[in-house]
């Protein structure tokens, strides 16, 4: 029902920021709870944030609490995770992901959409 292409990854040096968008088609996107993924290599897929349809409420894992931050704009049909202080250990592939459940979630099997993921590489 909700297609999401990501963009905005790249390569970025340790201490940088880079913002991540996740453009959604679809009349129900506002309606959506969404999420950020991560996989490493040889790694399973990892939660990283959510946010709920409105907007006013927010998860992250503890790994990038305090530095990550997740937002929508539901105008625009896009989600952002702003990423700060970045680490090697936060290189992996994206995944921006929707929730038809409207609640904010870490369980990647409340996910009914996923995008086609987004490298970010993060050198020392």
């Known amino acids: 029902q909700v297609q999401l292409v990501e963009s905005g990854g790249g390569l970025v040096q340790a201490g940088g920021s880079l913002r991540l968008s996740c453009a959604a088609s679809g009349r129900t996107f506002s309606s959506y709870a969404m999420g950020w993924f991560r996989q490493a290599p040889g790694k399973e897929r990892d939660f990283v944030a959510t946010?709920?349809?409105?907007?006013?409420?927010?998860y992250y894992a503890d790994s990038v609490k305090g530095r990550f931050t997740i937002s929508r704009d539901n105008a625009k049909n896009t989600v952002y995770l702003l990423m700060t202080s970045l680490k090697p250990e936060d290189t992996a592939v994206y995944y921006c992901?929707?929730?038809?459940?409207?609640?904010?979630?870490?369980?990647?099997?409340?996910?009914?959409?996923w995008g086609q993921g987004t490298q970010v590489t993060v050198s020392s």
């Open positions: 946010i709920n349809w409105r907007g006013a409420n927010t």
């Open positions: 992901a929707a929730s038809r459940g409207r609640f904010a979630t870490r369980e990647y099997h409340d996910y009914d959409s």
